[in-house]
């Protein structure tokens, strides 16, 4: 990603250097085991491969924009990255992947059995993590969002391949597997900082708006995006036969011969050479590339419009240009 696009992502992380550097450091204390020395392997694999620790900021961020200034901030912060590095783990093993983050996936380099046990250690870090902020109301938040995230990636298996799949489902989808931990990750920061409810409320929203639009951003990447800054390649969910929203949008627009060839390439699994460019194609045709950029857009915006509830300051600012720069990547 070019520099100019991450300069919103870096502001945050400069101005959250110090709670930062607290959560990489707890991070790797936890992911430690004493008897099975796989389990830091596998995990440094993942969680030092460069990820931005976009959902840690957030817990970070919303809390310290509410005014917290005790511990436990930290502890939440490294319990949302496990639960996504864990959720990353089991993924890859689920679609088969060989690539996270521009490098061989954890399931390639091991096997499966490890990919999924290892995410099993990092969800029961997680809760352990919870447990020790003392609060009820986080671990009913985390707890919570960990449930819907298993939920979203089952909807996804089970209306995997089925062109018929509307948008409503998808939305279901995206806010199951990306937005909840996003709203967990800023709500839960709210609460530890004792925040009022509206402020929890507007912290919430924004995060599920802000993970709606990344995911949307993320979708159309793999059409759009470059594979050396994206980490992936381009038309791997065409390939995996993926429902997203602009192959859902080109479907819908489709005459009696596209739906056939949809019908055959992600339906049927029957791909052929030249498939991903006429897919490309028909989605320029109906302009459901366009569209799906336009609606990313429009959630990025809900989530900046949240913000306004909450005290004006730097913080709030970055969290601003942040929603921005989730949709710049489309850039």
Not at 193 to 203: K, N, Q, R, V, Y
Not at 206 to 214: E, V
Not at 234 to 239: E, T
Not at 260 to 275: A, K, L
């Amino acid at each position: 990603m070019d520099k100019e696009i991450g300069r919103p992502h870096d502001a945050l992380a400069a101005r959250l250097a110090d709670d930062l550097a607290q959560v990489n450091s707890l991070i790797r204390t936890r992911m430690a085991s004493e008897h099975a020395p796989r389990i830091p392997e596998v995990t440094a694999h993942l969680v030092e491969a460069g990820g931005k620790r976009l959902r840690p900021m957030l817990t970070l961020a919303a809390a310290r924009l509410c005014g917290y200034d005790g511990p436990y901030h930290v502890h939440l912060a490294a319990t949302v990255e496990f639960i996504h590095t864990a959720t990353l783990l089991h993924d890859d093993v689920v679609d088969e992947s060989a690539q996270r983050r521009g490098r061989p996936s954890a399931n390639l380099l091991w096997d499966n059995q490890s990919s999924v046990l290892v995410g099993d250690y990092l969800f029961a870090r997680a809760f352990q993590l919870m447990v020790e902020c003392g609060s009820l109301q986080v671990l009913d938040i985390l707890a919570n969002a960990s449930a819907t995230i298993a939920e979203g990636e089952v909807l996804q298996l089970s209306v995997a391949q089925k062109i018929d799949t509307p948008e409503d489902t998808y939305l279901q989808v995206v806010r199951g597997k990306t937005a909840a931990l996003f709203s967990a990750a800023t709500e839960a920061g709210a609460v530890i900082a004792g925040a009022s409810e509206a402020h929890i409320t507007a912290l919430r929203d924004y995060g599920d708006a802000l993970g709606i639009a990344f995911q949307m951003a993320d979708d159309l990447l793999d059409y759009q995006g470059q594979a050396g800054k994206t980490g992936k390649n381009i038309g791997d969910d065409f390939r995996e036969r993926k429902l997203t929203l602009p192959v859902i949008r080109a479907i819908a627009a489709a005459d009696t011969v596209e739906r056939e060839f949809w019908q055959r390439t992600i339906g049927r699994g029957r791909q052929e050479e030249g498939d991903l460019d006429e897919a490309l194609r028909l989605m320029g045709r109906h302009g459901s590339l366009d569209s799906t950029r336009a609606t990313a857009q429009d959630w990025a915006a809900k989530a900046r419009r949240n913000l306004l509830a909450l005290p004006e300051g730097a913080l709030r600012d970055n969290l601003s240009d942040l929603a921005e720069y989730v949709v710049a990547r489309l850039s």
